[in-house]
C-alpha cells in the first residue's frame, strides 16, 4: 500500500466552478499537511499548510485534514483558467526525522 | 532573492557517466533536500541536509552522493549513471523549523540517461 494516494485525473472543470481535490494517507505519524501546485515545466511551489486537523483558508484555496479518516482536501472557489496546474499533497513530520510525502499529484483543467 | 537555482536545466549522459547537479540557496535556509520525480511517483526524497556538515539519506539514495560544506550549496552527484536515474531532479531548501512544511523548490534539472 502506497503512504499516500491520489487521483492523478486528469480533472477539467469550467471557468468559475469549484473544484475539490482529495487524498488519502495511511501514517498516522504525519504531523504537516501541504498542498503544492506544479505548473508544467516547473517546480512545485507551496500553496499552503495545516498543522494537525481542521480548515484553513487563503483567499479562494480552502485545506481540510481530517486526521482520524487520514483524509485531507483542497478546495478552489471561483476557479480560473491560471489555475490549471497539477496540485500535489504531501504529508510531513520532524520527529524521529525529517520526512515528506507527496503524492503523484492531480492535473487540474480549468476551461474559459 | 532569486531564491532555489539549479544547473544544469538539461543534461544527456550515457551509462556510467558521473556528474553534479549544482543546486543553490540565497534565503539562508538551513534544511536542503533532492527530489526525483517521475510519471505517476510523485516526488521521492533522495538526499537532505540539516545544516552545513551534516547529511541523511532519504527514501532512493542508491547511486547518489551529496555533501554540504556551505549553507548556500548542496551538489548531488551521480556516481556512474544509469538509465533508472533518468527523471527530473528538484532541490529544496527550508528555513530553520519549517523542514517538514515550508519547502522551496528550484526550476528542475532533467536528466536523460542512454
Known amino acids: 500500500q502506497k503512504e499516500v494516494e491520489q487521483d492523478p485525473g486528469p480533472l477539467s472543470v469550467p471557468e468559475g466552478a469549484i473544484v475539490s481535490l482529495n487524498c488519502t494517507y495511511s501514517?498516522?505519524?504525519?504531523?504537516?499537511f501541504m498542498w503544492y501546485r506544479q505548473y508544467s515545466r516547473k517546480g512545485p511551489e507551496l500553496l499552503m499548510y495545516?498543522?494537525?486537523?481542521g480548515n484553513k483558508e487563503d483567499g479562494r484555496f480552502t485545506a481540510q485534514v481530517d486526521k482520524s479518516s487520514k483524509y485531507i482536501s483542497l478546495f478552489i472557489r471561483d476557479s480560473q483558467p491560471s489555475d490549471s496546474a497539477t496540485y500535489l499533497c504531501a504529508m510531513g513530520r520532524n520527529t524521529g526525522g525529517f520526512k515528506t510525502i507527496f503524492g503523484a499529484g492531480t492535473r487540474l483543467f480549468v476551461k474559459a | 532573492n532569486a531564491g532555489v537555482t539549479q544547473t544544469p536545466k538539461f543534461q544527456v549522459l550515457k551509462t556510467g557517466q558521473s556528474m553534479t547537479l549544482q543546486c543553490a540557496q540565497d534565503?539562508?535556509?538551513?534544511?536542503m533536500s533532492w527530489y526525483r520525480q517521475d510519471p505517476g511517483m510523485g516526488l521521492r526524497l533522495i538526499h537532505y541536509?540539516?545544516?552545513?556538515?551534516?547529511?541523511d539519506q532519504g527514501e532512493v539514495p542508491n547511486g547518489y552522493n551529496v555533501s554540504r560544506s556551505t549553507t548556500e550549496d548542496f551538489p548531488l552527484r551521480l556516481l556512474s549513471a544509469a538509465p533508472s536515474q533518468t527523471s527530473v531532479y528538484f532541490c529544496?531548501?527550508?528555513?530553520?523549523?519549517?523542514?517538514?512544511?515550508?519547502?522551496?523548490f528550484g526550476p528542475g534539472t532533467r536528466l536523460t540517461v542512454t
Open positions: 541536509s540539516v545544516g552545513a556538515g551534516i547529511t
Open positions: 501514517n498516522s505519524a504525519f504531523q504537516y
Open positions: 495545516t498543522y494537525s486537523s
Open positions: 534565503m539562508n535556509h538551513e534544511y
Open positions: 529544496a531548501s527550508s528555513p530553520r523549523g519549517g523542514g517538514p512544511y515550508e519547502q522551496y
